[in-house]
């Protein structure tokens, strides 16, 4: 049997016509064209005329509901802040670069005036994806959602958890953001 592999597909990806090959596993016919309807690595047998995907290599992409950590990277503006996702809680290593928006009414369960009261550039997050196409619209909503890691915007010293809220022990002032139940630094 003479085979061919390919590099990782995606979905919705064109991978040919029906004119060349027959549909394999993990790929859907429209309109004449063949499409990856799954992640893999793409499996051509030019023997059979068939292409499909060989799911065994699938690769993590973010879907509606994952718990995604992210962190901060764009200049913010008043309603939202662009946040590059850098893992999925509980699924494999990310292979690509993913990015989701945090817009100032998915910040907090109650009123943000803006999203400078919830975390700043270079903030690390968790957050909940809620939207299936990109940029991920994501949502820091949840108790156990919103900033896990952040230093003081003053002198880039870590900021601890101090009575709920973050606390720079240098300048000797906290800092306003919308805070996880899972930060990771805490006054002992």
Known sequence: MNKEKKAVAVP?????????????????????KLYSSTVGTLDIDTKNRRI??????????????????????????????????IAIRGKKNLTGTFTGILHVSQAAKSYVNTIYDVLNLSDRILAKVVTSWTPYQLSTADDDLGVIYATCTKCGEELVLKRGRLFCNRDKIFERKKVSRLYLLREE
């Not at 919705?12 to 004449?32: H, K, N, R």
């Open 52 to 85: 499909g995907i060989r799911a065994g290599n699938i690769v993590a992409i973010p879907e509606v509901g994952d718990i995604v950590e992210g962190v901060v990277i764009s200049p913010l503006k008043e309603d939202s802040a662009m946040i590059k996702i």
């Open 12 to 32: 919705g990806e064109q991978l040919g016509v029906e004119e060349e090959y027959m549909p394999g596993a993990g790929v859907y016919l429209e309109d004449g």
